[in-house]
């Protein structure tokens, strides 16, 4: 009997220093994303006209994990803020700390892209991973639009969710990120859209000057409709 219990110490001992050690970084951040799944939506969007900047570092940062395959924007709340934390995510599901994009009125470009909501992009010579990523302005246009009528009728509880389960993040291809990275735009405008089924998406659009186009030539819209949940890769 001694000798199964001391074989059993042992096992026990293999088993837990086979585990995934977790950091308190990592724990903090699994309880901010906690804190979104069961958050109020009405009480963490604020405005229509709220979204985030996201520089140019912090997609390089996430890029630049071995081997990354995708880059996610993981919601959190903390605080009773969102914030949306940009992490780079490879196929063996190693993930980045992430860095946090800056919460900013986007009222201004949302603006000025109604105005050029007639422009067309070019995309044949864009590969396909990237093109499918690629938002014409006039759907974008109607995205966001759908979005701020949402959000001003206080109807977000099912556009946030896949059958009662929030969305935990957007991923893009690493691909689609580095084609992002060639804009001459400093850093890039994340702001909030509803897809033609009618659950949110993030709607991505360049740095606006005062006083120039927004959509000025080599710069696009982005954007991905397939969000976790329904489409997650592991880890969860």
Known sequence: MKTNHVVFIILLGLCMACQKEETPDT?????????????????????????????????????????????????????????????????????TKGVLAKPVSVQKEVHKLFTEKSKQFETTALSKAVASHVLQPGDAVDFVLTWQQKIKGKSLQETVAYDGERIQ???????????????????????????PKGKFTTVFLPEFTEGKALLKSGEFIYEYSKPCPPTCTPPE
């Open 27 to 95: 724990l903090e951040q699994q309880d901010l994303t906690l804190n979104w799944k069961t958050v109020n939506p009405e009480k963490v969007f604020g405005s229509p006209e709220d979204g985030f900047n996201i520089s140019k570092d912090a997609l390089k940062q996430a890029l630049s994990l071995p081997n990354v395959s995708t880059v996610r924007f993981i919601l959190e709340v903390e605080d009773e803020q969102l914030q949306i934390r940009v992490a780079g995510v490879n196929s063996n599901g190693d993930i």
């Open 169 to 195: 993040y957007f991923s893009m291809p690493a691909e689609a990120i580095e084609h992002m990275l060639e804009s001459r735009s400093k850093s890039i405008n994340l702001v909030w859209g509803v897809n």
